[in-house]
């Protein structure tokens, strides 16, 4: 398996409840995560998501994926009930677009904001990246 990397705001609360949420569900092991913020971000993504933090990021097998196709990328991967999230291709892109950067613009307002990135536990450290 290639590896697949989810890039966050380490900032966010809300990208970050998505990393738990996203941690305790892949039990394959699928992704490794890293702030949008750190070393890995400036190596593998365009120069562009090092200054606009309002998109997750998926990055696989060196294809870059953002806001709500990441999402429904990440999510259709997870196997059992998560297969439903598949339905969600079938809205247009705008339509799944518009929503995502309504909620990202707002985030930090709704949900809170961090001083410092994430730090993950010593049990999550192996699926983190810098």
């Given at each position: ?11 966010c609360l809300l990208c970050n409840g998505f ?42 097998q060196g294809q870059v994926f953002t806001r709500?196709?990441?999402v429904l990328m990440v999510l259709s991967q ?53």
């Amino acid at each position: 398996m290639s590896r697949q990397v989810v890039f966050f705001d380490g900032v966010c609360l809300l990208c970050n409840g998505f990393v738990d949420f996203l941690l305790a569900r892949d039990r394959e092991q699928l992704f490794q995560f890293a702030p949008l913020q750190g070393e890995n971000a400036k190596a593998l993504l365009p120069a562009e998501f090092h200054t606009d933090l309002n998109t997750v990021v998926l990055w696989s097998q060196g294809q870059v994926f953002t806001r709500s196709d990441a999402v429904l990328m990440v999510l259709s991967q997870l196997g059992g009930i998560w297969w439903f999230t598949r339905v969600g291709w079938a809205v247009p892109q705008f339509l799944r677009d518009l929503v995502y950067r309504l909620v990202a613009s707002q985030r930090y307002s709704w949900f809170g904001k961090r001083e410092t990135c994430r730090l993950p536990s010593p049990q999550e450290r192996a699926r983190f990246l810098d």
